[in-house]
C-alpha cells in the first residue's frame, strides 16, 4: 500500500466546477505538501502546511485553497475551475524529525479543466 | 535571479553504459540538493541527497558530485539498466529549510537494449 494516496487519481471536470483532490498519509509525518506539474516547468508548489494548525501559501496559490483536516489529511481545492489548471496534482510529506529532508510524493492525480 | 536547470532535456545511452545526468544552479546560498526519479505515471522517488559542505555522495550504483565553485550538480549511473528509464529532476533547497523545493525541469533518461 502507499504511503500518500491520492485521490481521485483521474479527474475530468467542467470550467467553473469546483474541484476536490484528497490526500492520506500513513508516514505520521507532520509536513505535508501539494505540488502542480506541468510539461517543461518541473514541480511547483501550490501549499504547505507543518502542522494541524499552520498552512502556508507556495509559490502558485492563486486560484486553489487548502485545508489541513489532520495529521494525515490535506485537501487542495480549485474553487472555479478553469483549462490552465489541467495538470498532474501531487501530494507529499516530510518530516525533518527524522533526520532528513527527504520529501515522499503520492502518485500523482491528473486533472483535466476542459 | 534564482533558479535550478538541467543542461540536457534528453538522454539515450546504451545498456550497461554509465550515465551521466546534469543539472546548474544559480544561487550560492543553496545549501542542500536533492535528485529524484520519476517513472512515467508515478510520483517523483528519491534517489539521493548530498549538503553543501559535501563534494561527493555515494550510493547503490549512483554518485551524486557537487561542485560548489561553479554551481553544478551531477547524478552518475553506472551500468545503466532499462529499469532506470525515467525523468530525473534535481532539486534544492536554501537557507536550510526543507520546504521550499525548487526543481528542475527534468531530463529524461532513456536506455536502449
Known amino acids: 500500500d502507499a504511503d500518500v494516496t491520492q485521490t481521485p487519481r483521474n479527474r475530468i471536470t467542467k470550467t467553473g466546477k469546483r474541484i476536490m483532490l484528497e490526500c492520506s498519509q500513513t508516514?505520521?509525518?507532520?509536513?505535508m505538501y501539494w505540488y502542480r506539474q506541468d510539461p517543461g516547468l518541473g514541480l511547483r508548489l501550490i501549499y504547505y502546511?507543518?502542522?494541524?494548525?499552520?498552512?502556508n501559501k507556495g509559490e502558485i496559490s492563486d486560484g486553489y485553497s487548502v485545508s489541513r483536516q489532520a495529521q494525515a489529511k490535506f485537501s487542495l481545492s480549485l474553487e472555479s475551475a478553469i483549462p490552465n489548471q489541467t495538470a498532474l496534482y501531487f501530494c507529499?510529506?516530510?518530516?525533518?524529525?527524522?533526520?532528513?529532508?527527504?520529501?515522499?510524493f503520492g502518485e500523482g492525480s491528473w486533472l483535466t479543466v476542459v | 535571479g534564482e533558479s535550478v536547470g538541467l543542461h540536457l532535456p534528453t538522454l539515450s545511452v546504451q545498456e550497461g553504459d554509465n550515465s551521466i545526468i546534469n543539472c546548474a544552479y544559480s544561487?550560492?546560498?543553496?545549501?542542500?540538493f536533492i535528485w529524484y526519479k520519476q517513472e512515467s505515471g508515478k510520483g517523483p522517488q528519491f534517489i539521493i541527497d548530498i549538503r553543501s559542505n559535501m563534494d561527493k555522495r555515494q550510493g547503490q550504483r549512483v554518485t551524486v558530485l557537487l561542485n560548489k565553485t561553479v554551481k553544478h550538480l551531477s547524478l552518475q549511473i553506472a551500468a545503466t539498466q532499462p529499469g532506470d528509464s525515467a525523468v530525473y529532476f534535481c532539486?534544492?533547497?536554501?537557507?536550510?529549510?526543507?520546504?521550499?523545493?525548487?526543481f528542475g525541469k527534468g531530463t529524461l533518461l532513456t536506455v536502449n537494449p
Open positions: 502546511s507543518f502542522d494541524v494548525k499552520d498552512i
Open positions: 532539486a534544492e533547497t536554501r537557507g536550510g529549510s526543507n520546504y521550499k523545493l525548487t
Open positions: 507529499a510529506t516530510s518530516d525533518p524529525g527524522q533526520g532528513g529532508n527527504t520529501i515522499y
Open positions: 544561487n550560492s546560498a543553496s545549501d542542500y
Open positions: 508516514k505520521g509525518h507532520d509536513r
